[in-house]
Nanobody
Framework: QVQVVESGGGLVQAGGSLRLSCAAS????????MGWYRQAPGKQRELVAS???????NYADSVKGRFTISRDNAKNTVYLQMNSLKPEDTAVYYC???????????????WGQGTQVTVSS
């Protein structure tokens, strides 16, 4: 079994900051990529940011310069520091972990349950 659990969402005023955390646990051999996605009402889920085990990062254009993704490989944990938040950042944020459960086995995606981020104007 693998569990992916997020925390840190909430309500914040525009211009404020929030920090999301996500930990993957259970029967894990290695975690390749960890990332954050978000889905606003009536919209498709979109990538916000991702980070590889080697530390390479990728950001959506809409969050570059405002959000920072980081990770602790020893704890299989990923963080998303969100600054200068805007109302359009309001969404459910989902953590994704692409991982393998044994030597030579393929990577699969595991998702958290989601955490609500609401930015008021």
């Amino acid at each position: 079994q693998v569990q992916v659990v997020e925390s840190g969402g909430g309500l914040v005023q525009a211009g404020g900051s929030l920090r999301l955390s996500c930990a993957a646990s259970g029967s894990i051999f290695s975690v390749n990529v960890m990332g954050w996605y978000r889905q606003a009402p009536g919209k498709q889920r979109e990538l916000v940011a991702s980070i590889t085990s080697g530390g390479s990062t990728n950001y959506a254009d809409s969050v570059k310069g405002r959000f920072t993704i980081s990770r602790d490989n020893a704890k299989n944990t990923v963080y998303l520091q969100m600054n200068s938040l805007k109302p359009e950042d309001t969404a459910v944020y989902y953590c994704n972990a692409r991982l393998s459960r044994g030597w030579g086995t393929p990577n699969y995606d595991y998702w958290g349950q989601g955490t609500q981020v609401t930015v008021s104007s």
